[in-house]
């Protein structure tokens, strides 16, 4: 029987109800099998009757492979590789259907869910949620835990490049720093520096607190530096600040560890004195443990406050002093009865000001007067020489300054200031005058209450209560009286640099007065002289945005850097070699700049050893002790190929001996150890050599004295004992001008001129078809065959090879590409020292610098000089500069191109 044909109502009708429960049960049920057969039986054996409790495997099978289908499915559509729109056929498809579920098909939507619940991302709180105050205060708390913050940080973030907190660098210095202002030009800070001021935050110094008698002091600051009398204590007065360079004298030879501010005050009982010591956080580790070790011998010292919570701002400029002026207003001592809202936050403050009434207004009225004073004194035009004070303690307490904030930012002008004392309004009292040299800022226990005592930003706006009392005086007054709190501050002055006469032989020339006034004769007098600000713990961004409002340019440490080679003064740690931080600063800047050097091509980058330059990436001290072996006839014949003819005669004895005259009685004559090309091996050392800066004051007068002298053999023979009775491994600071032109950069070469340069030099100067001295460009470097560049194009070409062959027993095994950080080669003029830091200088309009020569061949270059008169002449009638000038040769990394110029020995430690 063929099957039952269905009409069409019919097909339509059962598609309909396909979907509909049906109201029968099929008879392949089990539970209707049990029935059928139970219905068979009589009445009596039903309720006896047991249901079958074997498996029917077919059944079972047949229900189990439902469950096995949709499992299946399931894993297919979770686990597969597509996803709910890739399930779709494309013509439904949806861009808006990824990010919304209600456009997919409702049997796709859960299983869309569940991967939509795996992208979502929690989201961020709304802005206004994020800045609220509590808000970010945890959030700055928390960032700021990591590494360290100083309290200007978040205005510097915004405005300066930050210190990396990974950058092994700054690990040591315990907190991130600005290092330079987003702007691309130095120009704006110099400009700065001469006619306005600067503001830096050294906040990052960590300031140590002794308390003791101050002869027991006397003594330990004598043995943490060098002083030349036992007897004779370096801080002799009270309320000076003095630079010091502390030492570790645990070893044979005195190391030096940098410099430290010192400067001692009285203490609140009066019978002991506070000795405030002021360390860059990189000596930290070096100098606690010796500071320990004398407060454990004595027991007449203490710790006053082992790491005080101070803050230090730099304020530097001829406008320095009116700008203080303007936003330091001295606090009355008839505020401390009045109870404010503070009154119990400021109440150990403010009794403190009324035991010592008299001592306030007195410290208040004298730096009020010296500030004034030296405003009036720098800008006046009398033409009387001015002494800036230097090192003096200014002890005071003043008012908040954001009361008295502007609505904008204005030029400060003595003039505009009020409450500033009359030129004829008495005299100001010196540093003998005043006996109590006392603050709070002395005790930890006060620093700590005056932190806590600072009023939140929005009580004291200026801009908001300007508003609610607008026309009203009488109200402003009340509520500036109100909110007026005490804080106590500290006042250092700073005299920087004195313009002294450069040159010595004014008799010689008609116009010294335009030589005198020359704008490109170094920095104008008194540069970078200032003050420094040291304030309490949690009110440093008070004052700064109070200085920001005055027009104070804020500079960071790069500025500060090139604000100490204007004035060719060495900074710390950079021009520091012989100190742990200044060799742990030459191995981050070894390593940094080996790193970037191999970081390019081969093609891209220079090849130190055609260019026959040994040490590229860091100075290398102890290359400078090395004696020699090998004559300069070998070596030159064993690196370079090529050797440049001499033009002049010589005889047997290597002794140049043809002369050039160029007036009566001057003659250019080369001795033997500059004529013949000296040979430097490049043998490594096992322990290092140990380095020692001459920073002995008397001694390197002597050495000025000495090369000031005119060319005679006495001058010869004291350098000579004056080089014997110091260490063999003794370096000279020195600072470096281009004669010229060049640029003595970072790392550059100081090397000894031969007979060839001294005769290019004068054959410049005496050119009729050149512009003379301008056109003195200097000799060049000649280039070497480099032994290994095949080498490394074989193993170039190797590697590419390796690269295309698929199996790897057929590469070849090829060594990796070396990264040396120094290259063996010798260059044809002998390396004397070199540049730790140098660029551009506005204040000469050429390039100068800093570096460090060998005491050995300073004497090497002054025997040189002696023996070419007309050198001395050249330095004093065309240069118009001192006699104790050298002339020697620079080379930067890079470049095969010397450059002359003249080296004079720094006498500023």
Not at 17 to 29: A, C, D, F, I, V
Not at 484 to 503: D, E, H
Request: aromatic share 8%; net charge positive.
């Amino acid at each position: 029987m063929g099957p039952k044909i269905q009409t069409r109502k019919q097909k339509k009708w059962s598609k309909k109800m396909k979907g509909q429960p049906k109201e029968y049960t099929s008879l392949n049920q089990k539970a209707f099998r049990n029935d059928y057969y139970k219905k068979l039986l009589p009445e009596d054996e039903q309720k006896d009757f047991e249901t079958e409790r074997t498996l029917q495997i077919v059944d079972h099978a047949a229900e189990t492979g439902k469950e096995i289908r949709a499992m299946s499915a399931a894993i297919d559509r979770i686990g597969g590789g597509k996803t709910a729109l890739q399930m779709l056929p494309r013509s439904i498809r949806r861009r808006a259907a990824s990010h919304n579920l209600k456009r997919l098909p409702r049997n796709i939507r859960e299983f869309a869910k569940h991967f939509m619940d795996e992208d979502v991302k929690e989201k961020n709180a709304v802005r206004k949620k994020r800045r609220k105050k509590v808000c970010s205060q945890n959030e700055y708390a928390r960032r700021a835990g990591k590494v360290g913050w100083m309290e200007t940080h978040l205005w510097h973030a915004k405005r300066f490049q930050m210190s990396e907190s990974s950058d092994p660098m700054y690990d040591t210095w315990q907190c991130r720093i600005p290092l330079h202002s987003n702007e691309k030009s130095k120009r704006g800070t110099y400009r700065h520096a001469v006619k306005h001021c600067l503001i830096q935050d050294l906040s990052y110094m960590k300031c140590v607190i002794l308390e003791g008698l101050n002869e027991t002091l006397d003594t330990l600051i004598r043995r943490l530096t060098l002083t030349c009398s036992e007897k004779k204590s370096p801080l002799e007065k009270l309320g000076v600040e003095v630079e010091l360079f502390i030492y570790d004298k645990t070893s044979p030879l005195p190391v030096c560890i940098g410099p430290a501010l010192f400067s001692k005050l009285h203490g609140d009982d009066g019978g002991k004195t506070k000795l405030m010591i002021w360390l860059h956080p990189t000596m930290i580790e070096q100098t606690f443990p010796l500071i320990s070790k004398e407060i454990d011998q004595r027991q007449n010292v203490s710790y006053s406050s082992k790491s005080a919570n101070l803050t230090r701002f730099r304020l530097s400029g001829p406008k320095a002093s009116v700008t203080l002026l303007s936003v330091l207003n001295p606090y009355p001592t008839s505020n401390s009865s009045i109870e404010g809202e503070n009154i119990k936050d400021a109440s150990k403050m403010r009794k403190w000001i009324i035991g010592r009434s008299n001592i306030v207004e007195k410290q208040n009225e004298n730096f009020r007067r010296t500030l004034a004073d030296t405003h009036r004194e720098c800008f006046s035009r009398t033409g009387t020489e001015f002494k800036f004070p230097d090192g003096e303690v200014l002890p005071a307490i003043v008012e908040d300054p954001r009361l008295v904030l502007p609505l904008q930012k204005i030029m400060p002008k003595l003039s505009n200031t009020p409450n500033v004392p009359s030129k004829n309004e008495g005299e100001r009292n010196t540093v003998d005058d005043l006996v109590d040299f006392i603050t709070p800022l002395m005790n930890e226990e006060n620093v700590e209450q005056i932190s806590k005592s600072r009023i939140a930003d929005h009580i004291v706006s200026t801009r908001k209560n300007s508003e609610k009392l607008a026309g009203d005086e009488q109200a402003k007054n009340d509520l500036m009286k109100k909110h007026s709190t005490p804080v106590p501050v500290i006042i250092i002055s700073n005299k920087g640099v004195t313009k002294s006469s450069q040159f010595t032989g004014q008799n010689q020339v008609e116009d010294k007065d335009e030589v005198e006034h020359d704008p490109h004769r170094g920095p104008p007098d008194r540069f970078m002289s200032g003050y420094d600000l040291i304030l309490p713990a949690g009110w440093a961004t008070a004052f700064w945005i109070s200085f920001v409002y005055k027009k104070v340019l804020p500079c960071a440490n790069r500025d500060l850097n090139q604000l100490q080679l204007e004035m060719k003064r060495p900074s710390f740690p950079i021009d520091f070699p012989d100190t742990e931080a200044g060799s742990y600063y030459w191995r981050h800047q070894k390593s940094k700049n080996a790193k970037q050097y191999y970081g390019r091509t081969p093609k891209k980058r220079v090849n130190h050893v055609v260019l026959a330059f040994p040490y590229p990436f860091a100075p290398n001290w102890e290359h400078l002790f090395i004696k020699s072996e090998q004559s300069s006839d070998e070596n030159a014949s064993a690196n370079q190929k090529s050797a440049v003819k001499r033009h002049h005669e010589e005889d047997e004895s290597g002794i140049c001996t043809k002369k050039i005259k160029m007036e009566p009685g001057c003659e250019v004559v080369t001795s033997s150890s500059c004529t013949k090309k000296t040979s430097e091996e490049n043998i490594p050392t096992q322990d290092k050599l140990p380095i020692r800066c001459v920073r002995d004051v008397q001694l390197l007068k002597r050495l000025n004295h000495i090369l000031s002298l005119e060319a005679s053999t006495d001058g010869v023979c004291q350098l000579e004992e004056l080089v014997a009775s110091q260490p063999k491994h003794s370096l000279v600071c020195v600072q470096l001008g281009a004669m010229n032109k060049g640029l003595p950069c970072e790392n550059s070469t100081i090397s000894m001129p031969q007979s060839e340069d001294l005769k290019k030099l004068y054959d410049g100067l005496h050119d009729l078809y050149s512009k003379g001295f301008p056109d003195c460009a200097g000799p060049v470097e000649p280039t070497r065959d480099d032994p290994t560049r095949k080498t490394r194009q074989e193993e170039t070409l190797m590697r590419k090879k390796n690269r295309k062959t698929k199996n790897k027993e057929k590469r070849t095994e090829v060594a990796a590409p070396s990264t040396l950080e120094e290259f063996d080669v010798v260059p044809s003029r002998k390396t004397i020292g070199f540049v730790t830091s140098g660029g551009f200088t506005h204040s000469y309009a050429k390039g100068g610098g800093v570096g460090f020569v060998s005491l050995e061949q300073i004497a090497s270059l002054y025997k040189l000089r002696c023996e070419n008169e007309w050198l001395n002449k050249l330095v004093i009638q065309k240069l118009f500069l001192s006699a104790n000038s050298l002339v020697s040769l620079v080379r930067s990394p890079g470049t095969a191109q010397y450059r002359y110029i003249l080296l004079q020995p720094y006498l500023g430690w």
